[in-house]
C-alpha cells in the first residue's frame, strides 16, 4: 500500500514525540537514551565526600607521631606530638581541625615509638574503637631504619601489613578517614647532619645504621647502600599511595613528607634524627593542608 504525503507527516511527528519521551526520561532518571551513563547513573558515580572539617581525631604510627626525643632525651612528649599534641608552638593538627579547648577530648594518640608497619593493624583496631572521623598514618621509617639494609622489610610485606590496617579499619568503623603521611626521605637526614663530628658520634649509638653508618664513607659499599634505603623509602611510599587510593576515603599526602627540604633546624637536638618542635610543626602543617584541601593531591 502506498504511504500518502499525510501519513508520512503524521509518522515524523509520532516519532519525534516518542524521542523526546526517551530523552525526558533520560533526564529524569540520570540515564542516555541508550539506556546506560557509562557509570551507573548519578548515584554510582558520587562516592563518600571527603571531609575538611573532621571533629576528631585518632593518631598511629610510630615515635615521631609520639614527639620521641623533641622534648628530652630518651622519652616520648605526645603534646608536641604534630598530629594530636597540644603545644601552642606546634599548632598540632588536631589543635588546627578542632580548636585548643576542644582537641584534648576528641583526639587520641596510639602510635608507639619503634613501630613498623607490621604493628599498625593492632593500632588501628586500637582507634576504630572511638569511631574518629579522620585517623592520621604516619609509619615505614622504622621498616627501612635497619641494622643493615638487608633487615629491612620486604615491599610485598609491607603492602600485606598495610592492606591488612586498613582492612580491619574499615570493617570496625567504615566511616573514618585516612590521612596517610608518606614516609620521610632519610637520605636527607643523612646530608644534613654527616658533616657534623658531634652528629656522627650521636649516630653511632645505633640510629638508623642501614642509612647513618659511615657517614662519612664515600665507598662504592656505602653509596650503594645509602642508594638502597632510600630506594626502599620510595617503594614504600608508592604502596602507601597505591593501597590509599583504592580506598574513597583515604588520603595519600601526594609525597609531601618525603619532598619537604627539612633542615637541620627541624631536627631533634638529642638525637639528630626525630623531629623537633620546629620539625613536628611543620608536619602538622603540610597535614593541615591535606586534610582541608577541597581535592587529594595529585
Not at 593492632?122 to 598514618?137: F, N, S, W, Y
Not at 609509619?139 to 615491599?155: E, F, K, Q, W, Y
Not at 626521605?185 to 644534613?192: A, I, K
Not at 617503594?235 to 595519600?252: H, M
Request: hydrophobic share 40%.
Amino acid at each position: 500500500m502506498r504511504t500518502t504525503p499525510a501519513r508520512r507527516r503524521a509518522r515524523r511527528a509520532l516519532a519525534g514525540a516518542g524521542a523526546t519521551a526517551v530523552l525526558l526520561a533520560g533526564a529524569m532518571t540520570g540515564c542516555s537514551p541508550g539506556g546506560s551513563d557509562g557509570g551507573g547513573g548519578r548515584e554510582g558515580r558520587a562516592g563518600p565526600r571527603w571531609n575538611t572539617a573532621p571533629a576528631s581525631i585518632a593518631a598511629v604510627g610510630d615515635s615521631i607521631t609520639r614527639g620521641f626525643d623533641a622534648c628530652s632525651v630518651l622519652a616520648d612528649c605526645p603534646e608536641v606530638s604534630w598530629a594530636t599534641g597540644n603545644d601552642p608552638a606546634v599548632r598540632s593538627l588536631a589543635a588546627r581541625l578542632i580548636g585548643d579547648v576542644e582537641a584534648s577530648g576528641r583526639s587520641w594518640n596510639f602510635a608507639v615509638t619503634g613501630s613498623r608497619m607490621a604493628d599498625l593493624p593492632g593500632q588501628l583496631a586500637e582507634a576504630a574503637g572511638h569511631k574518629p572521623d579522620l585517623v592520621t598514618v604516619m609509619v615505614g621509617s622504622n621498616d627501612a631504619c635497619r641494622p643493615t639494609a638487608s633487615s629491612m622489610t620486604p615491599v610485598a610485606q609491607f603492602r600485606a601489613g598495610f592492606e591488612q590496617a586498613l582492612a580491619g579499619l574499615r570493617a570496625a568503623s567504615p566511616a573514618s578517614q585516612v590521612y596517610v603521611s608518606s614516609v620521610p626521605d632519610l637520605q636527607r637526614l643523612w646530608e644534613q647532619g654527616k658533616d657534623s663530628p658531634m652528629v656522627r658520634q650521636i649516630w653511632k649509638l645505633g640510629i638508623c645504621q642501614s642509612m647513618l653508618a659511615d657517614p662519612l664513607s664515600a665507598g662504592s659499599g656505602a653509596k650503594a647502600r645509602r642508594e638502597q634505603v632510600r630506594a626502599r623509602v620510595v617503594e614504600y611510599n608508592e604502596v602507601l599511595r597505591e593501597v590509599c587510593s583504592k580506598d574513597a576515603l583515604c588520603r595519600y599526602d601526594g609525597g609531601a613528607v618525603f619532598q619537604y627540604p627539612f633542615s637541620a633546624d627541624q631536627l631533634s637536638r638529642w638525637d639528630w634524627f626525630h623531629p623537633g618542635k620546629d620539625g613536628q610543626a611543620r608536619l602538622a602543617e603540610l597535614a593541615h593542608r591535606q586534610v582541608t584541601a577541597a581535592e587529594p593531591p595529585r
